[in-house]
T-cell receptor, first 114, second 114 residues
Framework: QQQVKQSPQSLIVQKGGISIINCAYE??????FPWYQQFPGKGPALLIA?????SEKKEGRFTISFNKSAKQFSLHIMDSQPGDSATYFC?????????????FGSGTQLTVLP | DAGITQSPRHKVTETGTPVTLRCHQT?????MYWYRQDPGHGLRLIHY???????DKGEVSDGYSVSRSKTEDFLLTLESATSSQTSVYFC?????????????FGEGSWLTVV
């Protein structure tokens, strides 16, 4: 129940195209949904995040769409660039015990072709 | 980056030997976490700490122990390393226990158990 299911596992997009990564969850106790971007040899870095009472959040070329009733959320990368090539993780937080915890999806490896 | 230093960054060890990974922060944050990253599994929480000498188990804690004797240091110990513990280990810190976008990851420690 602490899982977040992410798809696709890998994605190849042409430069200028739209990259879409999807995630789904079951646990209604999740209360914050961040996306992380990770480059090879580096730790994950927060990209954008959304609260469940918001249906969409946009920051530059990155947009999260959130469907609370369907328990699904997605990341859209508009005008994808080769520099966006990285692994993307969706995640969710919830309170457990003495601290909030963070669970990750399995990751999507995005390749943007020049 | 976010004042997080992991050491060692790379280590090869033999099965059955003890291994300690160190996470050092300069931000004086209360919450510290150890995650492991494996292909197809995203990042999974091993242990976390919500203060000096206050720690708790995460999703994949078997075979690992932690200690936090100072705010700035969080140690992860593999008492008797096994090949299944070959992984990339990430330390993370948070000021407000994952509320909002306050979690930062270190650069990772690559551990190979042969």
């Amino acid at each position: 129940q602490q899982q977040v299911k992410q798809s696709p596992q890998s994605l190849i997009v042409q430069k200028g195209g739209i990259s879409i990564i999807n995630c789904a969850y079951e646990n209604t106790a999740f209360d914050y949904f961040p996306w992380y971007q990770q480059f090879p040899g580096k730790g994950p870095a927060l990209l954008i995040a959304i609260r469940p009472d918001v249906s969409e959040k946009k920051e530059g070329r990155f947009t999260i769409s959130f469907n609370k009733s369907a328990k699904q959320f997605s990341l859209h990368i508009m005008d994808s660039q080769p520099g966006d090539s990285a692994t993307y993780f969706c995640a969710a937080t919830w309170r457990s015990g003495s601290a909030r915890q963070l669970t990750f999806g399995s990751g999507t490896q995005l390749t943007v072709l020049p | 980056d976010a004042g997080i230093t992991q050491s060692p960054r790379h280590k090869v060890t033999e099965t059955g030997t003890p291994v300690t990974l160190r996470c050092h922060q300069t931000e004086n944050h209360r919450y510290m976490y150890w995650y492991r990253q494996d292909p197809g599994h995203g990042l999974r929480l091993i242990h976390y700490s919500y203060g000096v000498k206050d720690t708790d188990k995460g999703e994949v804690s078997d075979g690992y122990s932690v200690s936090r004797s100072k705010t700035e240091d969080f140690l992860l110990t593999l008492e008797s390393a096994t090949s299944s513990q070959t992984s990339v280990y990430f330390c993370a810190i948070s000021e407000r226990g994952l509320r909002g976008n306050t979690i930062y990851f270190g650069e990772g420690s690559w551990l190979t158990v042969v």
